[in-house]
């Protein structure tokens, strides 16, 4: 049931980052989201690839990042279009039970993109064209791009939101969990700024 979500216990009872991020690798992610959205916006009106597939792409970046505050939200979303409790779980999980062969090489890449914080070597989305071709490469990469974004943000959420239940992360602080939601709130238009500078259709978020 949507209103019963349930995600793994190593997600929901975390009391400690599995992935912790800096002001400015937070905005660097935020340079891309602009981009990002009009890629998905796109992709939603003339489908390139399903929203299923880029869904299971968020969840896979979610699982490696470990945060839930965007692993509750996700799962419900992914409720909503279908996908049962059981597939949520396991790509939360970083199980593979069910990846598709034909999505396989793409979850790789949201993993991989993930683990080097949102800063992919230049061979991985070379080899993502390669099997996608070029449309369908740059809506996978934006689905990742949106994500990690999120759990850049979302991570001291899902830490303010535990300490406020009582239950403060071991390696956390307050000055860093309300300077990261702050500091989000107001570098996000000067981010937005950027990206209009660096150009909309913009998909360089790869080392060269």
Do not use: W
Not at 175 to 203: K, Q, S
């Amino acid at each position: 049931m949507i209103n019963d979500i349930q995600i793994p216990e190593a997600i929901s009872s975390r009391v400690d980052f599995k992935r912790k991020f800096s002001f400015y690798e937070m905005y660097r992610a935020f340079v891309f989201i602009p981009s990002a959205i009009l890629n998905l916006k796109k992709n939603k009106k003339n489908n390139i690839i399903d929203i299923d597939f880029v869904e299971r792409l968020q969840l896979a970046v979610t699982e490696v990042n470990g945060c839930a505050a965007c692993s509750y939200q996700h799962t419900k979303i992914a409720l909503q279009q279908g996908m049962s409790s059981e597939e949520i779980s396991s790509f939360l999980s970083g199980e593979d039970n069910f990846i598709k062969p034909e999505e396989a090489k793409a979850i790789i890449f949201a993993q991989h993109f993930a683990d080097s914080r949102g800063y992919p070597e230049k061979y991985a989305y070379d080899s993502l064209v390669k099997e996608y071709g070029e449309k369908k490469a740059a809506v996978i990469l934006s689905a990742v791009q949106i994500m990690i974004a999120g759990n850049m943000y979302g991570i001291p959420l899902s830490a303010l939101q535990s300490r406020l239940k009582g239950v403060p992360y071991t390696d956390s602080s307050l000055f860093y969990e309300l300077g990261m939601l702050t500091a989000g709130i107001v570098c996000l238009p000067f981010a937005v700024i950027h990206a209009a500078l660096r150009g909309l259709n913009d998909i360089r978020n790869k080392k060269n």
